[in-house]
């Protein structure tokens, strides 16, 4: 099946700068790969995703970026702020009979420093 | 819309016995999801349904049965539970039959097995 690898795992910036979390995925069928924050105590929430035959998208400060070939995906967010902390997971999904079920990466704990 | 509610939001069982976990959602999606997220593991599929009284297994389905008899809701039920059950739970919706789209999740079941 397919395997999500989510580096790094812990992530502490200082507000104003950019973080960077970067995934990997196996299966070349993979076609949507969303990125979710979960803030503590609650589900996660879906910020951007992008689907495979698109290879950038931004959406204020968060921008997501798709390399097909190499089989990888990151997220960029710029101007970090305090609210940005949190867990977050990429995921990537097939057009399969899983009921396209998302393959989690194992989450990026990211901390913004005042 | 309430979008995706779980019940209970807390549990404690003592290892053996059984309980189940009610999903419900008010956006008419087709699909449902139970997965599972432990420590530095991320989300990991239980079970899922892809429509009214159609269930199917994911990637972690031993110890646990699902049932989908209105569209509206999917149960989770654990039949003798076990301390390797101790995990936070979410369920989560998808509208259509492709893979674009959002999956929303509930707010979670943090689970204790003793």
């Known amino acids: 099946g397919e395997n999500v690898e989510q580096h790094p795992s812990t992530l502490s910036v200082q507000e104003g700068d950019s973080a960077v979390i970067k995934c990997t995925y196996s299966?070349?069928?993979?076609?949507?790969f969303p990125w979710y924050k979960q803030e503590l105590g609650k589900g996660p929430q879906l910020i951007i995703d992008?689907?495979?035959?698109?290879g950038e998208k931004k959406d204020q400060r968060i921008a997501v970026t798709l390399n097909k070939t190499a089989k990888h995906f990151s997220l960029h967010i710029t101007e970090t702020q305090p609210e940005d902390s949190a867990v977050y997971f990429c995921a990537a999904s097939i057009n399969s009979n899983s009921g396209y079920a998302l393959n989690f990466g194992k989450g990026t704990s990211l901390l913004v420093t005042p | 819309n309430a979008g995706v509610t779980q019940t209970p939001k807390f549990r404690v069982l003592k290892t053996g016995q059984s309980m189940t976990l009610l999903c419900a959602q008010d956006m008419n999606h087709e699909y449902m999801y139970w997965y599972r997220q432990d420590p530095g593991m991320g989300l990991r599929l239980i079970h899922y349904?892809?429509?009214?009284?159609?269930?199917a297994k994911g990637e972690v389905p031993d110890g646990y049965n699902v049932s989908r008899l209105k569209k509206q809701n999917f149960l989770l039920g654990l039949e003798s539970a076990a301390p390797s059950q101790t995990s936070v739970y979410f369920c989560?919706?998808?509208?259509?039959?492709?893979?674009?789209?959002?999956?929303?999740f509930g707010p979670g079941t943090r689970l204790t097995v003793l």
């Open positions: 989560a919706s998808k509208k259509q039959w492709t893979s674009y789209n959002e999956q929303f």
């Open positions: 299966d070349s069928a993979s076609n949507y």
């Open positions: 349904s892809v429509g009214e009284g159609t269930t």
């Open positions: 992008i689907r495979s035959n698109v």
